[in-house]
């Protein structure tokens, strides 16, 4: 059971280049999210989704689309990349936000814009 | 505004001592919260939780407390073990994280 898969695990992105992070579950969660993880910081949350077909802003969405075509793929866009971007990316999912619930998450992309 | 807070950015503590993780949250409507830890290099995963209708909920030596009153929660964990050493994120039901705490656990 692979849980939840990111990839790529590394990229070096040039300032004003644009890239997909790509994120896929296999446990049929409805909701998805993703984070950014800075040096010493804590996980911001960026997008988040509760369904196919559905999306909505967190914390930091500037900078960022997402979109949510089928139940288990959740990819995040950056479009013009800059160095305010550089961090580490978690994404993962949950069944909901009912009681009982936790989320799993990726092991994390770490994207560094130069 | 973030509405879970951890104040204390790191813990250092001695191999089979207790460690106490602190989390605050502001908004009173919040009815569950959940405990992650975090290895280096790794994705968070889920430690323990605890409903509003509990102040107390154990697993092994993890048990965590919750004052509504005081709109407080703690992680407990006792023995603390070298292994134990992680980031520890505290997260209400929104899945908004604390800024995390760095637990160190000395042999």
């Known amino acids: 059971n692979a849980g939840v898969t990111q990839t790529p695990k590394f990229r070096i992105l040039k300032i004003g280049q644009s890239m997909t992070l790509q994120c896929a579950q296999d446990m049929n969660h409805n909701y998805m999210y993703w984070y950014r993880q800075d040096p010493g910081m804590g996980l911001k949350l960026i997008y988040y989704?509760?369904?196919?077909?559905?999306?909505d802003k967190g914390e930091v969405p500037n900078g960022y689309n997402v979109s949510r075509s089928t139940t288990e793929d959740f990819p995040l866009r950056l479009e013009l990349a800059a160095p305010s971007q550089t961090s580490v990316y978690f994404c993962?999912?949950?069944?909901?936000?009912?009681?009982?619930?936790?989320?799993?998450f990726g092991q994390g992309t770490r994207l560094t814009v130069v | 505004d973030q509405q879970v807070k951890q104040n204390s950015p790191s813990l250092s503590v001695q191999e089979g001592r207790i460690s106490i993780l602190n989390c605050d949250y502001t908004?009173?409507?919040?009815?569950?919260f959940l405990w992650y830890k975090k290895y280096p290099a790794e994705g968070p995963t889920f430690l323990i939780s605890i409903s509003s209708i509990k102040d107390k909920n154990e697993d092994g030596r993890f048990t965590v407390f919750l004052n509504k009153s005081a709109k407080h929660l703690s992680l407990h964990i006792v023995p603390s073990q070298p292994g134990d050493s992680a980031v520890y994120f505290c997260a209400a039901l929104d899945m908004r994280f604390g800024a995390g705490t760095r637990l160190t656990v000395k042999p």
């Open positions: 989704s509760v369904g196919a077909g559905i999306t």
């Open positions: 993962a999912s949950s069944y909901g936000t009912t009681i009982n619930t936790e989320a799993f």
């Open positions: 908004n009173s409507m919040f009815d569950y």
